[in-house]
């Protein structure tokens, strides 16, 4: 104990010294929270951030101002919404060319681009010395000019028709707008009626407007009318006529309901007394029905 003791006795000199030791260090923990002792940036590190500030301003002012497209030839068949954007185009009017495209038709001139997409004038101004098309339709141009100014008398020629009801589809893609979609469709309509008896039948082939349509009478018309099996409405069944192109389920019911007043039909003006009938379609009608 007593070895111990002598160890923890200190002289007047060693306490001065401890006592001087514990005030330094009181004084560095002062100083350590109450002075700032952080590095200022460098000059470099400075620099750097001005600069990049700059290239953000810079960006700001670009993205404020309205961008300058260059425009080059294009067939205006295929804009996309992201190009009719590009060229001023409302999102209306390309919607307008999307769905005339859809149906399988192709725009040949300015003209029509303008009848079908209703652009302005101005706008057409602009963009039209850009339409690129196709080298089959400048041939197109080019031969019907020559003929105009030779020989003035060629737009009355007379053409000469051809049977549609023997018309391909080869026969139909020649035409200008009619493509292989319509051209099948039209064939296939055609199977569904037995063949066309009217010229204006082909107004019904689905998805095929009054402007195409003309195009192809111009060209092809009813030259025989087809041999269509008869459907007898006295002996035949609910399935069997309503098998006929032009009479829905409705318009069958109401056939064999009224068959059921009169006993039997004596002829086929009697379906125009039946309530609802489409008159309008008692020609076309007629064509596939019979009381004998």
Not at 83 to 105: H, N, W
Not at 115 to 121: A, C, F, G, K, R
Not at 235 to 253: G, H, R
């Amino acid at each position: 104990m007593d070895k111990i003791k002598s160890h923890l006795l200190f002289n007047a000199r060693q306490r001065k010294g401890i006592l001087l030791l514990l005030l330094i260090i009181v004084v560095i923990q002062i100083a350590y929270f109450l002075v700032d002792f952080s590095v200022p940036k460098e000059k470099a590190v400075i620099e750097r951030e001005e600069i990049f500030q700059q290239k953000i301003d810079s960006l700001k002012v670009l993205s404020t101002k309205k961008i300058a497209y260059k425009i080059v030839p294009f067939n205006p068949n295929f804009i996309t919404d992201f190009k009719g954007y590009q060229l001023g185009m409302s999102t209306e009017e390309i919607d307008r060319l999307s769905a005339f495209r859809k149906t399988d038709k192709f725009v040949n001139s300015a003209e029509e681009f303008q009848q079908i997409t209703n652009v302005s004038d101005s706008l057409l101004q602009k963009i039209s010395p850009f339409f690129k098309f196709p080298d089959w339709v400048k041939k197109v141009k080019i031969v019907d000019s020559k003929n105009t100014n030779n020989n003035q008398s060629s737009a009355n020629k007379i053409i000469v028709k051809q049977d549609i009801n023997k018309a391909t589809e080869a026969d139909l893609i020649k035409i200008n707008g009619i493509g292989e979609v319509l051209s099948k469709r039209i064939i296939e309509y055609r199977n569904k009626l037995g063949g066309f008896n009217f010229d204006n039948q082909l107004y019904e082939v689905w998805n095929l407007d009054k402007l195409m349509a003309d195009k192809v009478l111009e060209q092809f018309k009813v030259t025989e009318r087809p041999e269509i099996k008869k459907v007898n409405i006295n002996t035949a069944s609910f399935k069997e006529v309503l098998a006929v192109v032009y009479i829905d389920y409705e318009l069958c019911k109401k056939i064999f309901d009224y068959k059921k007043e009169i006993a039997a039909y004596q002829s086929l003006e009697e379906l125009r007394k039946i309530n609802g009938f489409p008159l309008d379609k008692y020609e076309r009608i007629i064509l596939y029905l019979d009381v004998k």
